[in-house]
């Protein structure tokens, strides 16, 4: 475990929160900060975040902090933990309190639509190249992180010694962290399997069973790899946490947003509806989108993606979309 850090965690979800309790149970001084003032009144009163993670008390070792200068001021490291769409007015925020080589992680997840950016290109653009940048990603709820469940993540970062500075200090008796040098494959990674999961969802409130959900999860595998090889990732990556195993977790679990989002599309409610029931950010509807233009723009074969997007955006009914996929012409495993 690394020793002596000061983390100041951005970002006060459920994701965010679970980090920070992390970082703490782990024995470093943490900081918590969020955007709405009184959500974070309400977190130091309790110690708990009652909305977004209920029952995950906070460490001692964590505290919340309301000012974002005095919050980055204070760290050594800083990781972001808001959602993608969020992810570039979030630097713009932190860029006039970030000291000139400040280390930076994220654990924000998807493209940015806009622009079709992976969360480092959009890094690159707002902050420059002046500092240790990391990602963190893989297969954590983040209720059974805030427990302390036995879980295990990757860090990704080109320097290989702050890889390993982020893995030891965010790693515990019951939370291991990995190391990679595939930004990219991480990323990528991270934001194909949000639109993946709801397709499982689809197919699961469809009713067709644990053949065609291997299927899904198995060719969406195929289709992740496929558009991050492209885009300049290693293609082991997506045999590991950041890959079929985030991919995995996402599209089986009910804990899943975006899993959720498909049981509710498949039911025929609308995104809007879903989203009111869920109550929280279903990072898949926006992921849909962008995997759906980055591949266009890259030509790269989606065809999974590519019927979740049209269910999402152009209404198409899902088990029209089903057995477009199922009729399609017959190819090699390897091959398409």
Known sequence: MGAGESITVVGAGSWGTALAIQFA????????????????????????????????MFPEALNVEPDLGAAVSAASIVLVAVPSHAFRTQLGHLRQH???????????KGFEVATGKLPHEVALEVLGPDSKRAVLSGPTFAKEVGAGLPSAMTVAA????????????ISSDNFRAYTSADIIGVEVGGAVKNALAIGAGISDGLG???????????????????????LGAEPQTF?????????????????????????????GKTVAEAEEEIRQVVEGVKAAEAVHRVA??????????????????KGEQPIAAVQALMTRTLKSETGG
């Open 25 to 56: 149970r782990a024995g470093h001084d943490t900081r918590l900060w969020g955007r709405a003032e009184d959500h974070l009144d309400r977190l130091q009163a309790d110690r708990e975040n009652q909305h977004y993670l209920p029952g995950a």
């Open 98 to 108: 970030l000291r000139p080589g400040s280390p930076l992680a994220w654990a924000t």
């Open 158 to 169: 080109s320097d290989a010694d702050y890889a390993r500075r982020l893995a030891e200090t």
């Open 208 to 230: 067709f069973g644990a053949n065609t959900r291997v299927a899904l999860i198995t060719r969406g595998l195929v289709e992740m790899t496929r558009l991050g090889v492209a």
């Open 239 to 267: 045999m590991g946490l950041a890959g079929m195993g985030d991919l995995v977790l996402t599209c089986t679990d009910n804990q899943s947003r975006n899993r959720r989002m498909g049981l509710a599309l498949a039911a």
């Open 296 to 313: 266009e723009a890259n030509g790269v074969e989606m065809p999974i993606c590519e019927k979740i997007f049209e269910i999402i955006y």
